[in-house]
């Protein structure tokens, strides 16, 4: 059996992880848009009127542009720290 042969178990296994790993992450965002609209809904539209359907959707890509850099350097940390093992 060669290397490459040996290596393919590992790398379905690594691919399946990864492709699942990004479903759930879509499944999970598309629920926090949810509720982050939801939020934005009943707490901020209130506050400054109806008419503030442009401050909401900046408020709202703000809160995700913030959510994703934190996401990106915690896990670009984690992968840096597995790899110095």
Avoid: D
Avoid at 33 to 44: C, H, M, T
Avoid at 62 to 80: D, G, I, N, R, S
């Amino acid at each position: 059996m060669s290397q490459s042969t040996k290596e393919l178990p590992k790398a379905v296994i690594k691919q399946m992880l990864t492709l699942s790993t990004s479903g759930l992450g879509l499944v999970a965002a598309l629920a926090w848009n949810e509720v982050v609209k939801e939020a934005i809904g009943s707490y901020v539209k209130p506050l400054i009127g109806e008419s503030s359907g442009l401050v909401s959707l900046f408020l709202y890509a703000l809160m995700v542009t913030v959510l994703a850099v934190v996401v990106t350097l915690q896990l670009t940390k984690l992968e840096q720290h597995l790899e110095k093992r």
